[in-house]
């Protein structure tokens, strides 16, 4: 019921288109197709005889951000993206039946070469080295050269694509490895169906030159064909067929065009001989364009149309065969498709104009519908993916939280350390301090007592000396030092006439003289005779 439902979908879709499609038939008489003055313009029909258009463009662009893989036909219509990834895939290259395509995608981490179902879901990786595969170019014949760094430096490789361990889907290959020189190797890109033998490819060197180099893969061997002193050749593209055969004196041989952005003037694009017969003429395929070409591409459907994407992103067709006709911008003049790598190649839903524009419609119809249903699963992938970034920022900001919170206790414990070995430092050091105070202390009075005793054991030993002098001289030899007498208990105190303090000051000699007196009877009656006398007198004093 499901898949009745989405068919009768993609009917309504597909019939609206017709209708309208056809309903602009009718209003107008002429078509708006792309443009050869660079603006939108009407065109006749009649610049369909220039050009061949009927074929697919494939392109990578960055026009949504990252790179993808975009296609459209010949006219510059029915774009439509065909990669959807969010990582980058870049240069396509489209099978010689159209029906699939090659390109670099880092969807992994590092480049691989991605093989594409056209207009379906299958692919898968044919390469998956770990290092970076990228440029490939699908040949003529099934195999693919691409170049790789698994060695260090960029080579050429080769490798078969269908009946690989990768397409069944049981393992892994390894490419054959093409050039083994010690600068790089890019752009490889192979001969027409009439010469698959061959390749060419650009080779970088140290000193900033490119050479646009040959390869015969069935004499495996090398030669130089273009070389360049200013690092600006590039995008070597064979002619489907034979040759472009300007002027060529050795028309059989393999002929490509490539871009040398060293030249002057306003065209960038030439053709040359590959070498054979040591014939290495080229010259330059005059383009009026306003700008310069990046990359060109040439169908297998058409030996003079050249596809081409201009170095501001543009894409557009010119000839070969008839230069004097101006090449077009696709679809209009105006579109800026940001367009790098190009390739053209067959569509293989287009039958005409008519069935280009059915085909044209159908795969709008499978393009909505594809893109429907791609965008319901890039909405359910990216809600999916949002809310793993939201459980992922929660968790994360959780565990910040917490580190902080572990960082900001560690650094209180260890500011309160901190503090406490500070303090304990501050007491130690007082302590210290009054320690060293005290010692000191005890030192000086130490010193003090012993200075004390040095001195008093001088004075002593100098008043030795000095009373052992010999001879005459001195202070006392001249005055006898008076000496002095202290009371020093009560009964030294008593007297006649009333006691004497202890410590008063009496005359040493009249204390031992007075003793004696006391003791000589004589002196003790004359002492007698005078009391007498005297308390007589006193006594007389009194009766008056």
Same mark, same amino acid.
């Given at each position: 019921?499901?898949?009745i439902s ?6 309504s ?41 009927d ?14 893989i ?10 439509r993206?065909?990669?959807f ?15 699939h ?6 969807q ?8 594409q179902e ?8 044919l ?19 691409y ?17 690989t361990?990768?397409?069944?889907g049981?393992?892994q290959?390894?490419?054959?490895q ?5 600068n790089d ?5 192979f ?26 893969i069935?004499e ?18 064979f002619h ?15 002929q490509?065009?490539y ?6 003037g306003?065209?960038?694009?030439f ?6 017969y ?13 700008g310069?070409?990046?990359?060109v ?22 000839s070969?065969c ?8 696709l679809?209009?003049?105006n ?12 569509n293989?839903?287009?039958g005409?104009f008519m ?6 419609m ?17 909405? @359910? !992938?990216? $809600? *999916? ?6 459980? +992922?920022?929660? /968790?994360?900001? &959780? =565990?910040? %939280? #917490? ?6 206790r ?27 105070? @005290? !010692?000191? $202390? *005890? ?6 007592? +012993?200075?004390? /005793?040095?001195? &008093? =054991?001088? %004075? #002593? ?7 052992r ?10 005055f ?30 009249g ?8 003791e ?12 007498t006398?005297?308390a007589?007198?006193?006594?007389m004093?009194?009766?008056?």
């Open positions: 019921m499901k898949k989405k068919n009768l979908l993609k009917l879709i597909l019939s609206l288109i017709l209708v309208f499609s056809f309903g602009l038939n009718l209003d107008k008489e002429s078509k708006l197709l792309a443009s050869s003055n660079f603006n939108v313009s009407e065109i006749d029909l009649e610049i369909y005889d220039n050009f061949y258009m074929g697919l463009i494939l392109f990578d662009s960055n026009m949504n951000g990252n790179w993808d975009y296609a459209m036909d010949g006219q510059g219509r029915n774009l993206q065909l990669t990834s969010t990582s980058d895939e870049r240069w396509p290259s489209l099978s010689p039946d159209g029906s395509y090659a390109y670099s995608s880092n992994d981490g590092n480049y691989n070469i991605v093989i056209l207009d379906g879901d299958y692919r898968f990786n390469t998956h080295n770990g290092s970076n595969e990228i440029q490939p170019d699908w040949g003529p014949y099934e195999q693919i050269l170049v790789s760094d698994v060695n260090g430096n960029k080579d050429i490789f080769l490798k078969n694509i269908w009946g361990p990768e397409e069944m049981n393992g290959s390894q490419g054959v093409m050039t083994f020189d010690s190797d890019t752009e490889p890109a001969g027409g169906e009439y010469y698959d033998g061959i390749f060419a490819f650009v080779r970088t060197f140290s000193n900033g030159n490119d050479n646009i180099m040959a390869y015969d069935n495996f061997r090398e030669w130089p064909v273009k070389n360049n002193t200013q690092n600006q050749t590039h995008s070597p593209e489907p067929y034979e040759s472009f055969v300007y002027n060529n004196l050795n028309p059989d041989q393999p490509f065009l871009i040398d952005d060293s030249q002057s306003i065209s960038n694009l053709w040359s001989n590959i070498g054979y040591d014939d290495y003429g080229s010259d330059k395929i005059n383009v009026r364009l306003p310069k070409i990046e990359h591409s040439m169908t297998p459907d058409d030996e003079c149309t050249i596809a081409f994407s201009t170095q501001d992103g543009k894409i557009g067709l010119l070969h008839q230069q004097n006709n101006n090449p077009i911008l679809p209009d003049g579109s800026n498709f940001r367009a790098s790598k190009i390739d053209y190649g067959r293989i839903n287009n005409g069935g280009g524009m059915m085909g044209g159908m795969d709008m119809g499978n393009s909505m519908m594809g893109s429907m249903q791609r965008q319901d699963e890039m909405m @359910r !992938e990216e $809600m *999916e993916r949002q809310a793993e970034l939201d459980r +992922e920022r929660n /968790e994360m900001m &959780r =565990q910040q %939280m #917490e580190e902080q919170e572990r960082m900001d560690e650094r209180m414990e260890q500011q309160m350390q901190l503090d406490e070995e500070r303090a304990r430092m501050d007491r130690e050091r007082i302590e210290q301090q009054m320690e060293q105070d @005290r !010692e000191r $202390m *005890e030192l000086e009075r130490q010193m003090m007592e +012993e200075q004390d /005793e040095f001195d &008093r =054991q001088r %004075m #002593e030993q100098q008043r030795e000396m000095m009373g002098m010999e001879g005459s001289g001195g202070r006392d030899d001249y006898e030092p008076d000496e002095k007498c202290f009371i020093q208990d009560e009964e030294e105190g008593r007297g006649l006439f009333g006691n004497m303090q202890i410590g008063a000051v009496v005359d040493c000699e204390g031992d003289g007075l003793r004696e007196r006391f000589d009877p004589t002196s003790l009656a004359m002492l007698g005779l005078v009391v006398v005297g007589t007198l006193l006594q004093l009194r009766g008056n």
